[in-house]
């Protein structure tokens, strides 16, 4: 979908953040060998081995699939980087993802069937009384190509520069990045700044929602016009700089200790197209399941948020190798906006070294609070002043928990297997809501289950 990509971005994750399929070891790898053969062809036998032997390949899948019949997604990506000498390097990564599945609209569930207009315009769908309204039109494909150069500048500095390129059916983003590091303390203390611009463009199906204008009633005989009412273009943008400051650390010959210092700014369109409000009659919910009526059809409105967010961010992971080359590896990370959120990620990792093979358990915690504009619905009295507004739960109060674990088996010539089991859980809170709301599941917990298998070689 088009804005907050988990990456989160899944903070998720996104963000952290997903599969249909999964692409075999063997394919992957006879992929990355056709890639490697078709860059060098026209090369003498021997000099296409000596060529390869300055690759380093890593090609993974990941599997990602929500409970209840919600997102799947599936994730192949394929890195591949040429090393120069031990400090210069170019790295070239593809990802091809595709989701299907349900995503929840932001409406409330209510003890009497509803019906939804698809954000095409074209169609309906219903949801059952005491259902989660989910869209089930999710879908999304995407492919995403990035390369980044790093290499020193002297003995006591470095740098990189990258540049990104993401496309999808109604989302395109492109931007560069760069960095440059000091070395001090005969290499012990690195100081390193960064940054990043991408620019991006929105073009969801249906066009751009008037935000808070009201969602057209399915099956009206003015639908198509009080569709296009609620709509205001069929295209927008919105550009995010980053930039970071870092120092890494070694403290002794088995510790190693960053800290970070982030801040992003996000300027433009950064409403997400799909999501809509439920507007909740004031009289206790006693009729219509508790949503407000107009002409005798429940009314929602599309969601609103500010067009500028600022957020930063302070990160520190320590690394500590124990005599027997076991690993632990710990960070915490605060994050805190102009929304309103504030959020703390805990990540704890154990790798169990056992000869060829390793075990690595992760527990992950995060949590946040809601946006300052975060409403689980409105009501009748309320809904035409409000300024900005969202029932999405990735802005709500919320905890999630990850457990994980990843095994690898390292091969001769130093190539890997690794596959990575983890189990994530989602818990929002709120107010229970009052009338008929009260007998409904508003802060609904989510699973997934996320599956990744991969071969370094």
């Not at 989160?8 to 490697?36: D, I, N, Y």
């Not at 492919?143 to 290499?151: E, K, L, Q």
């Given at each position: 979908?088009?804005?907050t990509?988990?990456?989160?971005?899944?903070?998720?994750?996104?963000?952290?953040?997903?599969?249909?399929?999964?692409?075999?070891?063997?394919?992957?790898?006879?992929?990355?060998?056709?890639?490697?053969?078709a860059?060098?062809?026209?090369?003498?036998?021997?000099?296409?081995?000596?060529?390869?032997?300055?690759?380093?390949?890593?090609?993974?899948?990941?599997?990602?699939?929500?409970?209840?019949?919600?997102?799947?997604?599936a994730?192949?990506?394929?890195?591949?980087?040429?090393n120069?000498?031990?400090?210069t390097?170019?790295?070239?990564?593809?990802?091809?993802?595709?989701?299907?599945?349900?995503?929840?609209?932001?409406?409330?569930p209510s003890?009497?069937?509803?019906?939804?207009?698809?954000?095409?315009?074209?169609?309906?769908?219903?949801?059952?009384?005491?259902e989660?309204?989910?869209?089930d039109?999710?879908?999304?494909?995407?492919?995403?190509?990035?390369?980044?150069?790093?290499?020193p500048?002297?003995?006591?500095?470095?740098?990189?520069?990258?540049?990104?390129?993401?496309?999808?059916?109604?989302y395109?983003?492109l931007?560069?990045?760069?960095?440059?590091?000091?070395?001090?303390?005969?290499?012990?203390?690195?100081?390193?700044?960064?940054?990043?611009?991408?620019?991006?463009?929105?073009?969801?199906?249906?066009?751009?929602?008037?935000?808070?204008?009201?969602?057209?009633?399915?099956?009206?005989?003015?639908?198509?016009?009080?569709f296009?009412?609620?709509?205001?273009?069929?295209?927008?943008?919105?550009?995010?700089?980053?930039?970071l400051?870092?120092?890494?650390?070694?403290i002794?010959?088995?510790?190693?200790?960053?800290?970070?210092?982030?801040?992003?700014a996000?300027?433009?369109?950064?409403?997400?197209?799909y999501?809509?409000?439920?507007?909740?009659?004031?009289?206790?919910?006693?009729?219509?399941?508790?949503?407000?009526?107009?002409?005798?059809?429940?009314?929602?409105?599309?969601?609103?948020?500010?067009?500028t967010?600022?957020?930063?961010?302070?990160?520190?992971?320590?690394?500590?190798?124990?005599?027997?080359?076991?690993?632990?590896?710990?960070?915490?990370?605060?994050?805190?906006?102009?929304?309103?959120?504030?959020?703390?990620?805990?990540?704890?990792?154990?790798?169990?070294?056992?000869?060829?093979?390793?075990?690595?358990?992760?527990?992950?915690?995060?949590s946040?609070?809601?946006?300052?504009?975060?409403q689980?619905y409105?009501?009748?009295?309320?809904?035409q002043?409000?300024?900005?507004?969202?029932?999405?739960?990735?802005?709500?109060?919320m905890?999630?928990?990850?457990?994980?674990?990843?095994y690898?088996?390292?091969?001769?010539?130093?190539?890997?297997?690794?596959?990575?089991?983890?189990?994530?859980?989602q818990?929002?809170?709120?107010?229970?809501?009052?009338?008929?709301?009260?007998?409904?599941?508003?802060?609904?917990?989510?699973?997934?289950?996320?599956?990744?298998?991969?071969?370094?070689?």
């Amino acid at each position: 979908m088009a804005v907050t990509k988990m990456t989160s971005q899944t903070e998720q994750a996104v963000a952290e953040h997903q599969l249909t399929h999964e692409t075999s070891k063997a394919s992957l790898t006879m992929l990355l060998a056709s890639a490697g053969c078709a860059l060098l062809a026209g090369l003498p036998n021997q000099a296409q081995a000596s060529e390869l032997d300055n690759w380093d390949f890593d090609a993974a899948t990941l599997i990602y699939a929500e409970s209840d019949s919600r997102v799947t997604a599936a994730e192949p990506v394929i890195s591949a980087t040429r090393n120069f000498d031990s400090e210069t390097k170019l790295n070239l990564k593809l990802a091809l993802d595709t989701l299907t599945g349900a995503s929840p609209s932001g409406a409330t569930p209510s003890d009497q069937a509803q019906t939804f207009a698809r954000p095409s315009g074209r169609g309906d769908y219903d949801i059952k009384a005491g259902e989660q309204p989910l869209d089930d039109t999710f879908r999304d494909s995407r492919a995403a190509f990035s390369a980044t150069w790093s290499a020193p500048i002297n003995r006591d500095w470095a740098y990189s520069a990258g540049g990104y390129l993401s496309s999808e059916h109604d989302y395109r983003s492109l931007g560069v990045n760069g960095s440059i590091s000091r070395y001090l303390n005969e290499k012990n203390t690195t100081i390193t700044l960064g940054g990043s611009f991408s620019s991006d463009s929105i073009d969801p199906e249906g066009g751009l929602p008037i935000g808070l204008s009201a969602m057209a009633v399915p099956g009206s005989a003015n639908f198509d016009q009080d569709f296009s009412n609620s709509r205001q273009g069929s295209s927008d943008d919105k550009t995010i700089t980053d930039f970071l400051v870092g120092v890494t650390q070694v403290i002794n010959r088995r510790t190693l200790m960053q800290f970070n210092y982030s801040i992003s700014a996000s300027d433009g369109y950064l409403t997400d197209p799909y999501k809509i409000v439920s507007v909740i009659d004031d009289s206790s919910g006693d009729n219509y399941g508790g949503n407000y009526q107009v002409n005798g059809q429940n009314l929602y409105i599309y969601e609103k948020r500010p067009d500028t967010r600022l957020k930063q961010a302070l990160y520190w992971q320590t690394k500590y190798q124990r005599e027997n080359s076991d690993i632990i590896d710990f960070s915490y990370r605060f994050m805190f906006d102009d929304w309103g959120i504030n959020s703390h990620t805990l990540d704890l990792k154990y790798r169990w070294q056992l000869g060829d093979h390793y075990l690595e358990p992760q527990l992950r915690w995060y949590s946040q609070s809601a946006a300052d504009f975060y409403q689980r619905y409105t009501t009748a009295s309320d809904y035409q002043n409000v300024d900005e507004i969202s029932a999405d739960y990735r802005l709500g109060d919320m905890d999630t928990y990850t457990v994980g674990l990843r095994y690898g088996y390292r091969m001769a010539g130093g190539s890997e297997l690794y596959a990575r089991l983890a189990l994530y859980q989602q818990q929002s809170s709120g107010s229970s809501g009052f009338g008929k709301l009260k007998e409904q599941a508003l802060y609904p917990d989510t699973t997934a289950t996320m599956l990744t298998v991969g071969y370094k070689f």
